[in-house]
């Protein structure tokens, strides 16, 4: 990686400023490059240096740029140093270059841009990352995506690092809403259609049984009445529960596996009912549980103690809430898992609920509620099949497989393949994923299925494009290629450009690890595949003298291993053809 160079960078600096160097290393960044030649390959700012007390203040930072520059040298590493804008560039030496970056590709593989000097101080420890998290008994609606998706990338990252990762799916299966459907399927529910087209029945079910008790009292008393007998732990009430439950895991699993997603458990609101009660009892002990007019019991979370601010914590009824299930599940995962972050990740409508969730665990006396943190995401809008506005996540996946397949069967760069069907399937969902990180995460965003599927620009078709034609390259010339490597034949400006830009991919997931934004990385693939089409068409492999081909072979496998690196991390499967 790019070791060598920053702890050279570095050495220099700390003899002039009497500072370690591995203080100094993450000082030494990388320039960004574009798609027009990029001269200078690491940058180190004055202001960071001033900020970091490594400098004094005093002359003005270009000043003191130009002092500290006049005291840096060139040598075997670093052959020219230049005075920037508040900055010191860096040019380094462009044989080795190409030989560091080629090698640490070669022998990282997987873990190449992770095993950095950037990550030495990382802390590895236990994280659970709850996603996804739909509510049973209904269809798998196109709003969960972004929750499933983002938190499957996060879980990706946190373990690529090192970490043991739990992926939690803490299903929506209780409260009201059951009250409600298993009211309406005793009235009229049918196990036939039940069998036949499980959630599409239950979701019929229950919109039939919301609608009727917007009118009829009688339905709404019924739903409390199950929901009471469902608390209590009726055995018939129970049983039908427990039914809805599994048929629904059972549905879902077949989604999450065409996103290439899976958990190491399905929690769920059911399993913290009666711990909910022990929460509402230790709260109460500790005096934190107040009594409205209306007999709610609630949390105060004013500044004053006066109930201007408060969250709900039971109903008048005795039952529980949300919530309370909430506090009930964090406690729960502590004496289980002792873990060292707990990432909630739901849209941003939640995120006054996870205010008061954390505030509620503080007051309870819980000093770990700081490893808790909550990744909110914006909302998709306009998301349409061609049969109208789209309610299931299974509708759009169909739909993204059915317009790739079209829009490959149109490509005349289309090759013959095993299972047209799965390329398209992958190659949608990287469509899905890419549009869906491109931005920062708590954005809205406009969905358009065009755009979305352009083979060119900022999509996942693109990069998935990118990659295959890397790997046919391979393919091809392989049988022409020698074993040694020579890095004088890398120094072209295409191939010096595609080797700045894979020196960089370290700070990148450094980026990404500190703020979870996938934006970052989705950005640099997206420029490493532009880049890598433009050295495509100019460092030709095929017909080049054997020792220039095999350079650029290796240099095109490096890159298409850091791209499938890249992808894989975002929740995308790479595809070899298309």
Same mark, same amino acid.
């Given at each position: ?87 010191? !560039?860096? *040019?380094?030496?462009?044989? /080795? ?20 000097? /950037?990550? +030495? ?64 399927? &005793? ?69 999450? +596996? ?14 913290? %009912? ?15 549980? *107040? ?20 969250? *709900? ?27 060292? +972050? ?13 205010? %008061?969730?954390?505030?509620?665990? *503080? ?34 996946? !169909? ?7 079209? !829009? ?45 599927? &352009? ?18 390259? &391979? ?41 979870? +934004? ?61």
């Amino acid at each position: 990686m790019a070791c060598l160079f920053r702890r050279s960078i570095a050495a220099q600096l700390s003899r002039i400023l009497g500072t370690s160097t591995e203080k100094l290393i993450p000082m030494v960044s990388a320039v960004p490059v574009s798609k027009k030649q990029q001269t200078l390959d690491f940058r180190v700012s004055v202001s960071s240096l001033l900020a970091d007390g490594c400098l004094k203040f005093g002359s003005t930072v270009q000043s003191q740029a130009r002092q500290l520059s006049a005291q840096l040298t060139c040598d075997d590493v670093v052959t020219e140093i230049a005075v920037g804008k508040g900055t010191i !560039n860096f *040019k380094v030496n462009r044989s /080795l270059l190409a030989e560091i970056v080629m090698q640490e590709i070669s022998k990282k593989g997987s873990k190449y841009g992770i095993e950095s000097e /950037l990550f +030495q101080d990382y802390p590895c420890g236990r994280v659970i990352v709850e996603f996804s998290s739909p509510n049973i008994a209904k269809k798998f609606h196109a709003g969960h995506l972004r929750s499933t998706i983002i938190g499957n990338f996060i879980a990706n990252l946190k373990q690529a690092l090192g970490n043991d990762v739990i992926r939690i799916n803490y299903l929506g299966d209780w409260g009201m809403q059951f009250g409600l459907l298993g009211a309406g399927f &005793q009235l009229f529910g049918s196990e036939v259609k039940l069998k036949a087209n499980p959630l599409q029945h239950l979701f019929e079910v229950y919109v039939e049984a919301n609608k009727m008790a917007e009118n009829d009292e009688d339905i709404q008393k019924a739903a409390q009445v199950f929901f009471k007998k469902l608390e209590g732990g009726d055995k018939h009430t129970l049983s039908l529960w427990k039914e809805f439950r599994s048929i629904s895991i059972e549905e879902y699993e077949k989604i999450y +596996q065409r996103l290439g997603v899976h958990f190491d458990e399905y929690s769920g609101e059911s399993l913290y %009912q009666e711990k909910a009660q022990e929460v509402l009892w230790l709260m109460d002990q500790k005096g934190l549980l *107040k009594k409205t007019k209306q007999g709610t019991g609630v949390v105060d979370l004013s500044a004053n103690d006066d109930l201007s601010v408060y969250a *709900k914590m039971v109903r008048c009824d005795g039952t529980s809430l949300y919530l309370t299930r909430d506090v009930a599940a964090a406690v729960d995962r502590m004496k289980e898992y002792n873990f060292d +972050q707990l990432i909630y990740v739901t849209d941003k409508q939640q995120c006054t609920h996870f205010q %008061q969730l954390f505030e509620i665990l *503080k007051l309870m006396g819980y000093n770990w509620t700081e490893r808790c943190q909550h990744v909110p995401f914006g909302l998709v809008k306009g998301m349409k099949t061609r049969k109208g506005d789209v309610v299931f996540l299974e509708d759009v996946l !169909n739909e993204a497989r059915l317009r790739m397949l079209q !829009n490959m069967a149109a490509s005349r760069t289309t090759k013959d393949l095993e299972d047209p069907e799965d390329t398209a399937e992958k190659v949608g969902v990287a469509a899905l994923i890419i549009q869906d990180f491109k931005g920062p995460l708590l954005s809205d965003y406009d969905f358009d299925w065009d755009r979305v599927l &352009q083979s060119q620009g900022d999509t996942g078709v693109f990069l998935q494009y990118t990659h295959a034609r890397l790997c046919s390259l &391979q393919r091809t010339c392989q049988n022409d290629v020698q074993v040694q490597f020579n890095p004088a034949y890398l120094q072209d400006p295409q191939a010096i450009t595609l080797l700045q830009h894979l020196l960089r991919y370290d700070e990148v997931l450094y980026q990404v690890s500190e703020d979870l +934004q996938p934006k970052h990385l989705v950005n640099y693939l997206i420029m490493l595949s532009r880049l890598a089409s433009i050295a495509h068409r100019t460092l030709h492999v095929k017909g080049s003298l054997p020792k220039v081909a095999t350079a650029r072979f290796l240099l095109f496998k490096g890159t298409a291993s850091v791209l499938a690196n890249g992808m894989k991390l975002l929740g995308i499967t790479p595809v070899e053809k298309m």
